[in-house]
Each structure stands twice: as C-alpha cells, then as structure tokens.
C-alpha cells in the first residue's frame, strides 16, 4: 500500500502537492492512501513521499473540485482524503463526474461538504464568550468543541463580528487570538483552559428565560436547531429541561388568565374603519366630497400617504381631466398636477387653446402609492384593486360635476374611467362613449413625455399630445 503522511489534520496544500505526486506515478486509488500527523500506520503500508512530477505532467481539475475538497479536508473522517484522491483520480477520465449527484464518491464528499458547513453555522450560533481582566485590560474568552475542524475558516467572522473586543476562542483543533490587530491561530486548547462563568453570563440566562414560550415549545425541533452536542458549551442548556417539564403548567395558566383589556388611548388613535358608501350618502357637494376623501380607508394606500388628494375646479366645469394619482409634490400640496407633469399638461392645454381653469382636474387614485429610496419617494402605480377601490370617488365627483367630455391621460386613468383596460397608443385620440352617453378621449399621460430619452422622440409625442388635445377641444364644442 503506498500511503503518505500529511503535516496536519488538515493540510490540504500537503494533500495536494502528494496527490499530484502520486497521480504522476500511476498509483491508483486501491493501492493508496493518506495518513495525517496523529494516524498510527499499518503493517502492511510503506510510508513514503511521491516522487518529484516529471517535466512536462499536465493535471487540470474544475475549480468546483477544488471548492468540495477544501470543505471535505476539514471533515472528521478517517478516509477524507483518500475520497478525495478516488475524486481526483476519476476525473482524469470522467470529465463530468462532479455533475453526477447520484455517484457514490460525489454524493459522499458533498455531505460531508454539507456537514462541515453546518458545524460552521453552529460555531457561530453557539459560540458563547466569558468575559476576564488580564493585563491588556478586558477580554472575552470562549470554549468549543465543533463537529468538525473548522476554526479557521469560521474565525474571520467573529473577528468582522467583534472587532473592537479582545476575544480567544479554545477549541480541541486549536486556538483563534484576536488582539484587535491580528487574527492569530495557536495549538489545541482543553476546556479548563475557559473561565467558569461571569455576570454577564446570568444576566444572558435571565433574558434566555424570559423569551421562552411554552405555546410554541417543538422538542424535536429545537434540538434539530440546537442539537445536544452543544448543550455543554451552552450556559442556557442548564435551564432547558427544567423549562421543558414546566411547560404544560406554564401554559395551562397562560390559557386560564383573562386577556389584558386593550388599551383604550390607543384604541382612540387608530383610525377608524370607513365602509363603502352607499349611493344614498353620496356627498351633496365638492367641499364635502373634499373632506370626505380624508377618511377613506377603502384601500390601504391612505397609511403612507400624507393626505388624499381631490380635483380642483369650477363646480360645472365641462371638461374632466383625470391623471393617475397625485406625485410627490401634489401629496404634500393636496392638489392634482402641481409637480413636472402638471408643468407639461399646462403649458400643452395653452398650446392646444384649452384653459385648464375651465376644466376640473383629478386623479383615478387619490392618494399617493410610493416607495421609499433614501430620502426620496419613488412613484409606484397603482395595482387593478386599488384602481377599482377609487372609483366610487371617481364617480362621484363625475356625479358633482357633470362634465360634457372626459380626457384619460394614460392607462390607469382610463381604467378608473371606463372599468375596463384599453391600449392608450392604440386608442388614444377616438372618443370612447359612456353608458350615459358622455365621451371619452383617451390619451397619455404627460409624466410619459418627461420619461422618453432622446430630445427627437420627445418632441414628436409631444405634438401628438398636443393634437389630442385639440381633438378634445373640438369634441368639446360638439357635446
């Protein structure tokens, strides 16, 4: 048996240098194996290095192998890197071998791969520190025993994790030192190398406690999460069983006590549930319809924004403009089109001869959908539901007002108006009629145009605006 003595437990770069050695030489993988500094050899096993790789000897592996080895080297097992060596003989002539998850070798290392990870994981939950003086002042000390060896490749965390405490962790494998400047790894440690115990200890036991609850109390799943092994390195693991048989009883009184009467300030301060209208309270005036709008809760965008926003206008205006939904500055003013859309819609209502102050100007949606991007708002249009939630107040400022001719500007207009989807490009500039007759244009919205890139684009969709409008100026003087 050709065997070779690796310098540690998880020298890798050792493995390596020999695996490459050994696959130079032709030894297969039954007549190989590898032994690390602590392994007693057998009798039957010669024990000596790889000769030196010819010139000329090519060995190429996929960085993926390199990846599995580097977690399977720090495994428990035995055989680890004689599975590896297997590995790396197999893909001199399985190329693909890795993508194969149902190979015996591939599926082995990738759970031990897997268990390294999760001893990981567990060394960053369960890690618990200790706090003692010594003569660079505070400094906190831990003992644990994880899984699997991985120190190394767990204690740069608790250094980003903990970079201005002094902090040692002792553990079988060895020891990690941080002095605030340098990650120092030393040799194995034993556990009355750790301190007993400290305040800060009893005071974590004390929160521990609190936080248990015995309605939610799963055994199984709790020691799937926190699995016995590490109960030892765990002050809180001495309160568990106790918690454990007191569980029933604790719930038992919890079930049996009355439930704490809710607070009745707060319950003055929430704000309070306003049904759909009915048709019979329909508000009898614009002002009333005004402030009424400041109570609606008909769909959740009220929470976010500052305030609803009806349309402004002459009481019998003869045009309805309606928009999407009040911006950023038209939330925080309480009027519709007073931010850079509202720029562009005037100054194309001039164009086209149409007088804004003749017309009634609102919005499908009344308040103000936005995400938070620092310390902007960002637009976010309005979903179907909430479009459909808004109409009763659509209705019935149409209802108020009496408009002969409506103008849409985009989609999510058009839908509050018609009920129904419509492709704005394609219908755009042809009156649609209502039920009762009053016509519909239809056209885009003018935050479109302040969107387009190039100033040639913009300035051809501008006039096409324009000419909608006009259109609606001569619809207007039909009606």
């Known amino acids: 048996m050709r065997c070779v003595r690796l310098a540690s437990e998880t020298d890798l770069d050792g493995w390596r240098a020999a695996a490459r050695g050994l696959l130079a030489e032709g030894s297969p993988p039954s007549n190989t194996c590898f032994l690390t500094r602590a392994a007693p050899g057998g009798l039957f096993e010669d024990e000596a290095p790889p000769a030196p790789v010819p010139a000329g000897f090519s060995l190429s592996v996929p960085r993926a192998f390199m990846d599995l080895a580097a977690s399977v080297a720090l495994h428990r097992s035995v055989d680890r890197f004689d599975l590896l060596y297997r590995l790396l003989w197999r893909l001199q002539r399985e190329r693909t071998l890795l993508h194969i998850v149902s190979d015996r070798d591939v599926a082995d290392a990738m759970e031990r791969a897997k268990n390294v990870s999760r001893a990981a994981h567990k060394m960053k939950a369960f890690v618990r520190f200790r706090r003692i003086e010594d003569e660079g002042g505070e400094r906190w000390i831990a003992w644990f025993e994880p899984a699997h060896r991985v120190l190394e490749r767990t204690a740069p965390f608790f250094q980003r994790r903990f970079t201005t405490m002094r902090w040692t962790i002792l553990t079988p494998d060895g020891t990690a030192d941080w002095d605030l400047e340098r990650l120092i790894f030393g040799p194995s440690a034993t556990r009355d190398q750790a301190p007993e115990g400290d305040d800060v200890e009893e005071f974590w036991k004390t929160y521990y406690a609190s936080t248990f609850n015995p309605a939610r109390l799963k055994i199984r799943m709790m020691q799937s999460e926190m699995p016995r092994r590490y109960w030892a390195n765990l002050p809180e693991a001495a309160l568990i069983p106790g918690m454990i048989r007191e569980a029933e009883s604790r719930l038992g009184t919890m079930v049996a006590t009355p439930a704490t009467p809710a607070n009745p300030r ?214």
């Open 266 to 479: 707060l319950a003055r301060a929430i704000a309070p549930v306003v049904e759909r209208v009915t048709t019979a309270a329909l508000p009898t005036s614009l002002p009333d319809l005004a402030a009424a709008i400041q109570g609606c809760r008909r769909c959740p965008l009220w929470r976010d924004a500052t305030q609803g926003v009806c349309g402004r206008g002459p009481h019998a205006a003869p045009m309805m403009i309606v928009g999407e939904q009040p911006g950023d500055q038209e939330d925080l003013a309480g009027e519709p089109f007073v931010g850079p859309a509202g720029q562009v819609l005037d100054a194309a209502l001039a164009e086209a001869g149409l007088d804004r102050g003749r017309a009634w100007v609102t919005n499908a949606v009344k308040h103000f959908k936005h995400e938070p991007r620092g310390k902007r708002r960002l637009h976010r249009t309005p979903d179907a539901g909430e479009v459909e939630a808004c109409r009763w107040w659509l209705d019935a400022e149409r209802a108020l007002v009496k408009p002969r001719l409506i103008v849409t500007l985009g989609a999510t207009a058009a839908l509050g108006v018609l009920g129904r989807k419509i492709a704005v490009t394609r219908d755009r500039g042809r009156p649609i009629r209502l039920e009762d007759g009053t016509p519909v244009l239809p056209t885009v919205h003018p935050s479109y145009l302040l969107r387009l890139p190039d100033a040639a684009t913009r300035a051809a969709e501008r006039a096409r605006f324009i000419d909608d409008l006009k259109a609606a100026k001569a619809l207007l003087e039909t009606v």
